[in-house]
């Protein structure tokens, strides 16, 4: 099974900075991506951020400028640095992971359990 376990979200004020980190666990043969999803009361699920291990990276055109995308492969990691953090930002955010098998036949899809992100003053 595979786990992914986000931390780093809470209350910030309005222009603030929060890091979200999500490290992936289990049996994982090949990562094809990983990434942020946010959903706040009564909206539908949204991309925020997404990196390739090719090398390609996109963002929500809301956070482009704001938000950066990292990752420490070496660990299965993935950070989301979140600045000048504006209200319309509150949601609940998620970890996502996209990966395959070891020879790439199957493909699977992986959501953590998500982190709130509260931007109020």
């Known amino acids: 099974q595979v786990q992914l376990v986000e931390s780093g979200g809470g209350l910030v004020q309005p222009g603030g900075s929060l890091r979200l980190s999500c490290v992936a666990s289990?049996?994982?043969?090949?990562?094809?991506?990983m990434g942020w999803y946010r959903q706040a009361p009564g909206k539908q699920r949204e991309l925020v951020a997404r990196?390739?291990?090719?090398?390609?990276?996109n963002y929500a055109d809301s956070v482009k400028g704001r938000f950066t995308i990292s990752r420490d492969n070496a660990k299965n990691t993935v950070f989301l640095q979140m600045n000048s953090l504006k209200p319309e930002d509150t949601a609940v955010y998620y970890c996502?992971?996209?990966?395959?098998?070891?020879?790439?036949?199957?493909?699977?899809?992986?959501w953590g359990q998500g982190t709130q992100v509260t931007v109020s003053s």
């Open positions: 990196d390739t291990s090719g090398g390609s990276t």
């Open positions: 289990g049996r994982i043969f090949r990562i094809n991506a």
């Open positions: 996502n992971l996209e990966s395959s098998s070891a020879l790439g036949s199957s493909r699977y899809e992986y």
